[in-house]
C-alpha cells in the first residue's frame, strides 16, 4: 500500500468529510478511495481500465466467422 500526504484547502476537506459521513465511512481515507473509483468508472476512458485489457484479450484469443460476401453477413447477423 502507498500512503500519500494531501495538501486540502478548508473547502476540499469540507468535501471529504460530507462524503465520508454521507456513505457512513470509518475515516477520510475510505472518502477519498471512493472518489478515486468514482472518477475512475465515470471519467477514464475505458481503453485505459484492467477490465477492458482483460476483455480485449479474451476477445483477440476468439476465433471470427468468414464470410465470403456482404450478403452472407447480413444473413448471420439478421436474427440476432
Partial sequence: MV??????TSREDMVVNIIKGKFGLKNKNDAIRLMINKYEEDLLEPQLRPEYAEKL????????????????????????
Avoid: I, P
Fill in 3 to 8: 500512503q500519500t500526504l494531501l495538501n486540502l
Fill in 57 to 80: 484479450r479474451t476477445a483477440m484469443s476468439q476465433k471470427g466467422v468468414r464470410f465470403k460476401s456482404l450478403e452472407d453477413f447480413d444473413k448471420h447477423f439478421e436474427n440476432v
